[in-house]
């Protein structure tokens, strides 16, 4: 069955250090990834999409990777700040699904 | 420009009851989905509607069903609920079936009793 594994399920950084959160996935072949950040009480915030074809997508402090051969994406947040901390969720999707596959979620904190 | 709203925020229901949780989409969005989030978990899938059409269904038992309307709100309704349907209920919109991401509301909290 499908399955994705988001790397520690808590992680604790130092305000201005770069965040690196990891995706795995098994039984899959997804057309594209995307990244939400969510807070505690609120829905998920679409921050970032990758597809297939792409190798890495930036957007302001935030960098995505896509390795379909390791089945993995990395997710980078650089000078990270405290207003940074959150729960981040990678989702998979495919081009024939009408869904979004999502793991369970990194929990950041950003400590100042 | 108002974001996803979902209605109500909070419900209390107890055991065998029916609920029926509201969803608006942003203005232009024709995809409204359903998603359900258990404490501590990613969400999971329950239905998407496109068009007034349902364009996918996830693992969930029939006692869930949904609809979406003319002007593309929509409805879930869940029958005989169980303590295990506590969550956090989340709609989405998209403008083409979430290929470009989804934006969320930010839920619908149901607690049975």
């Known amino acids: 069955s499908q399955k994705i594994e988001q790397n520690s399920e808590a992680l604790n950084i130092q305000e201005g250090k770069t965040a690196t959160l990891t995706c795995n996935y098994t039984n899959y072949s997804p057309a594209y990834l995307q990244w939400y950040r969510q807070d505690p009480g609120r829905g998920p915030v679409f921050l970032l999409l990758i597809r297939e074809n792409e190798k890495e997508k930036r957007k302001e402090r935030l960098k995505v990777t896509f390795d379909t051969t390791l089945k993995q994406s990395l997710f980078h947040i650089t000078a990270s700040q405290p207003a940074d901390s959150a729960t981040y969720l990678c989702?998979?999707?495919?081009?024939?699904?009408?869904?979004?596959?999502f793991g369970s979620g990194t929990q950041l904190t950003v400590l100042p | 420009d108002a974001g996803v709203t979902q209605s109500p925020t909070h419900l209390i229901k107890t055991r065998g009851q029916h609920v029926t949780l509201r969803c608006s989409p942003i203005s232009g969005h024709k995809s409204v989905s359903w998603y359900q989030q258990v404490l501590g978990q990613g969400p999971q899938f329950i239905f998407q509607?496109?068009?007034?059409?349902?364009?996918g269904r996830g693992n969930f038992p029939d006692r869930f069903s949904a609809r979406q309307f003319p002007n593309y709100s929509s409805e879930l309704n869940v029958n005989a609920l169980l303590l295990g349907d506590s969550a956090l209920y989340l709609c989405a919109s998209s403008l083409e079936q979430g290929i470009y991401g989804y934006t969320f509301g930010s839920g619908t909290r149901l607690t049975v009793v």
């Open positions: 989702a998979l999707g495919s081009g024939s699904a009408r869904q979004l596959t």
């Open positions: 509607y496109y068009e007034k059409e349902e364009r």
